[in-house]
T-cell receptor, first 113, second 111 residues
Framework: GNSVTQMEGPVTLSEEAFLTINCTYT??????LFWYVQYPGEGLQLLLK?????DKGSNKGFEATYRKETTSFHLEKGSVQVSDSAVYFC????????????FGSGTRLQVQP | DVKVTQSSRYLVKRTGEKVFLECVQD?????MFWYRQDPGLGLRLIYF???????EKGDIPEGYSVSREKKERFSLILESASTNQTSMYLC??????????FGSGTQLSVL
């Protein structure tokens, strides 16, 4: 079946540090890949997506590149802010069969001033 | 903006009670989903629906049922609540693509 594996958190960084959150996936075919973010007390919201190999999704300074050869979709940001503190979820949607998202376990990011 | 509203932010119920979690979306979306969120496990799909009166089991449907009598409303039902159903429940809707719009969640405690 489909699965998503994320690095365990929490990840604690100082403001303006570089961020990487690792995500790898297992799926048949060519899934679409997503990063969702959950700010404290809120529901999840879509951060970025990529639908085919070598696509780069980007939003709010965050980027992730769909790497088919390593089945990865790592999230990066060059300079984090305190306001980026949240839980980040990697997810996939298969392009055949059941069209429901499969999520990873989430990675909590804490950014200190 | 799309709004997905879950009826309660916090609920406390007793073991054996029948529990209803309500979710309403205001954007005429075809697809609706129920997930539960647990620490270290992420989001797991309970049930989903692609149309009125239609439902499909997700990955962990045991102990749950759903109802979708109207397009905008998708209810999750715990027929006989148990302590292992203590969790955060998230409802989401989608217009048919892959972008989900989530509610802010219901934290259910079963004592």
């Amino acid at each position: 079946g489909n699965s998503v594996t994320q690095m365990e958190g929490p990840v604690t960084l100082s403001e303006e540090a570089f961020l990487t959150i690792n995500c790898t996936y297992t799926a048949t075919g060519y899934p679409s890949l997503f990063w969702y973010v959950q700010y404290p007390g809120e529901g999840l919201q879509l951060l970025l997506k990529a639908t085919k190999a070598d696509d780069k999704g980007s939003n709010k300074g965050f980027e992730a590149t769909y790497r088919k050869e390593t089945t990865s979709f790592h999230l990066e940001k060059g300079s984090v802010q305190v306001s980026d503190s949240a839980v980040y979820f990697c997810a996939l949607s298969p392009n055949t069969g059941r069209r429901a998202l499969t999520f990873g376990s989430g990675t909590r990011l804490q950014v200190q001033p | 903006d799309v709004k997905v509203t879950q009826s309660s932010r916090y609920l406390v119920k007793r073991t054996g009670e029948k529990v209803f979690l309500e979710c309403v979306q205001d954007m005429d979306h075809e697809n609706m989903f129920w997930y539960r969120q647990d620490p270290g496990l992420g989001l797991r799909l309970i049930y989903f629906s692609y149309d009125v009166k239609m439902k499909e089991k997700g990955d962990i449907p045991e102990g749950y049922s759903v109802s979708r009598e109207k397009k905008e409303r998708f209810s999750l039902i715990l027929e006989s609540a148990s302590t292992n159903q203590t969790s955060m429940y998230l409802c989401a809707s989608s217009p048919g693509g892959e972008k989900l719009f989530f509610g802010s969640g219901t934290q259910l405690s079963v004592l």
